[in-house]
């Protein structure tokens, strides 16, 4: 998986916000969201189908991270 130059400034914009009120968990969650995504490449057809898209190749992929505390 190749992550784009969006989704990496994405993941900097969610640690940035978090990181006001708790950089520990800015940190932890940062890096949680890049952990999820390894093995994409190994598992392409890892997730659900879009029903509302006809292409097959296109999934979803959620990232369920447990509740932070105090934000």
Do not use: F, N
């Amino acid at each position: 998986m190749k992550w784009t130059a969006h989704a990496k400034s994405q993941v900097r914009h969610i640690h940035d916000y978090i990181a006001q009120g708790s950089p520990l968990y800015a940190r932890r969650v940062s890096e949680e969201l890049i952990k999820k995504t390894i093995g994409l490449d190994a598992l392409p057809r890892k997730g659900r189908k879009v029903p509302e898209v006809k292409i097959c190749v296109l999934r979803t992929q959620t990232c369920l991270l447990p509740p932070i505390r105090g934000l």
